[in-house]
Nanobody, 119 residues
Framework: QVQLVESGGALVQPGGSLRLSCAAS????????MSWYRQAPGKERELVARLASGGGGRTNYADSVKGRFTISRDNAKNTVYLQMNSLKPEDTAVYYCAAGSSWYSVNYWGQGTQVTVSS
């Protein structure tokens, strides 16, 4: 069956860095658009970053994370990453990995990993 398993969430101080990973199985990973979303308490889930299928050239980032976060993929490992630098308290949220068969679709979700930015 399809699985998306996130890891790497943690408590980190403002200005710090984290790398989230999402290991995929049960579908042809390289053919799917991969995304990271987040949901903070009391807020709606929002798109953080999106990466095209295949070689992953096309990307899209939320304005709030541009220049700080980088999405990447390793198709040989069926894994997508989110490198997060210069973290801010407002980045605190549960981060979800998602896979879609087209640029704007989401077919599968992961279970989420908690990121807390606090001193």
């Amino acid at each position: 069956q399809v699985q998306l398993v996130e890891s790497g969430g943690a408590l980190v101080q403002p200005g710090g860095s984290l790398r989230l990973s999402c290991a995929a199985s049960g579908f042809t990973f390289s053919r799917y658009v991969m995304s990271w979303y987040r949901q903070a308490p009391g807020k709606e889930r929002e798109l953080v970053a999106r990466l095209a299928s295949g070689g992953g050239g096309r990307t899209n980032y939320a304005d709030s994370v541009k220049g700080r976060f980088t999405i990447s993929r390793d198709n040989a490992k069926n894994t997508v990453y989110l490198q997060m630098n210069s973290l801010k308290p407002e980045d605190t949220a549960v981060y979800y990995c998602a896979a879609g068969s087209s640029w704007y679709s989401v077919n599968y979700w992961g279970q989420g990993t908690q990121v807390t930015v606090s001193s």
